[in-house]
């Protein structure tokens, strides 16, 4: 993983912010078979939270301090557990599957781990 902001040419060269687009995809693809009542409740705030990791990475990637990449990654990581937790919910209330959720726990820790990585090394710059 490049773990390196600056010298990174863009987010989008960041392994972490792939896969935070790949785990959108796969959520997508989950919330898409919840209920239609819970369309502005649960699966609204899913996608929220599973957006709001690459954009977090983004966002931080291009702003100009490591102490603002920090930051940014700090609400990645935030996002990560809020998902994390909305997924369990989910299948709790019996809205999907426990295998394509199981998935989607297992990337979500995957990104939780590189995030942690990620950050752990922009603080070592400061």
């Not at 040419?9 to 792939?18: A, I």
């Not at 603002?68 to 599957?97: D, K, N, P, R, V």
Request: proline residues 2%.
């Amino acid at each position: 993983m490049n773990t390196d902001a600056r010298k990174a040419g863009s987010y989008k060269d960041l392994v972490v912010w792939q896969k935070g687009i790949m785990l959108v995809k796969q959520l997508y693809r989950i919330t898409g078979e919840f209920p239609a009542s819970e369309r502005y409740g649960l699966t609204s705030q899913m996608q929220r939270a599973a957006v709001s990791i690459p954009s977090n990475i983004a966002e931080g990637q291009a702003r100009h301090t490591t102490k603002e990449f920090i930051q940014f990654i700090s609400h990645a990581e935030g996002s990560a557990g809020e998902l994390e937790t909305q997924l369990i919910i989910a299948t709790e209330l019996g809205y999907c599957g426990r295998a394509p959720v199981e998935a989607a726990l297992n990337a979500v820790e995957e990104l939780r781990r590189m995030l942690h990585a990620l950050h752990r090394k922009l603080l070592t710059r400061l």
